[in-house]
């Protein structure tokens, strides 16, 4: 159980065009998605939080307008990576925590997404 | 807000050693600390967790530890295998409300045959 899943798991694009990157909770509903990138040899970075139906929380310098965040279900979170440069060339990971449950996060397996 | 230090960065050990990497944290309202393993070009996989209110928790060959009073937690895995190797994060729930998390900067664990 406690499966998420991550679409595409890598896609190339080129510059200044807009990638969307799909998270699902396979079998459980979510009640919080954490969206993050990780660089080559770091840690995860975290993007922002996000709750279903209503707008994510964003960390610190992450820009909202360049990175649009959308949980419409609760097993479901978009990440759209908008107008990308070489410079948001990453891994992208997102996490589910099990509504109701005790803060444990289950990731996906991560997005490669190269700019080019 | 919470900070979360991790050492060491890489450890090499070889096959059937044991391996220990430790983390402190700084938040003493943190109450949940996972530990994950990352193989190259996968998502992070929960290991083991433990709660504050457990001293210490063990899955066959995993262990945790957790000492509150001086804000520390460590990973114990005995009689390592090559499989075994990969880069392992600690981290503490660092808003007990959203479930955020706060992790360390990783360990990356090299297991010799």
């Known amino acids: 159980g406690a499966v998420v899943s991550q679409h595409p798991s890598w896609v190339i694009c080129k510059s200044g065009t807009s990638v969307k990157i799909e998270c699902r909770s396979l079998?459980?509903?979510?009640?919080?998605m954490f969206w993050y990138r990780q660089f080559p040899k770091q840690s995860l970075m975290l993007m922002a939080t996000?709750?279903?139906?209503?707008?994510?929380?964003?960390e610190q310098g992450v820009e909202k307008d360049k990175f649009l965040i959308n949980h419409a279900s609760l097993t479901l979170s978009t990440l759209t990576v908008t107008s990308a440069h070489p410079e948001d060339s990453s891994f992208y990971i997102c996490?589910?925590?099990?509504?109701?449950?005790?803060?444990?996060?289950?990731f996906g397996p991560g997005t490669r997404l190269t700019v080019l | 807000g919470e900070n979360v230090e991790q050492h060491p960065s890489t450890l090499s050990v070889q096959e059937g050693d044991s391996a220990v990497i430790k983390c402190t944290y700084s938040?003493?309202?943190?109450?949940?600390f996972p530990w994950y393993k990352q193989e190259l070009g996968k998502g992070p996989q929960l290991i083991i967790d433990?709660?504050?209110?457990?001293g210490e928790k063990k899955d066959q060959r995993i262990a945790v530890t957790l000492n509150k009073t001086a804000k520390h937690f460590s990973l114990h895995i005995t009689e390592t295998q090559p499989e075994d190797s990969a880069v392992y994060f600690c981290?503490?729930?660092?808003?007990?409300?959203?479930?955020?998390?706060?992790f360390g900067d990783g360990t990356t664990l090299t297991v010799k045959p």
């Open positions: 996490s589910a925590s099990l509504l109701g449950g005790s803060n444990e996060q289950f």
């Open positions: 079998d459980f509903q979510a009640t919080t």
């Open positions: 996000s709750n279903e139906g209503s707008k994510a929380t964003y």
């Open positions: 938040d003493s309202a943190s109450n949940y």
């Open positions: 433990i709660r504050s209110n457990v």
């Open positions: 981290a503490a729930i660092s808003d007990l409300l959203t479930g955020k998390s706060t």
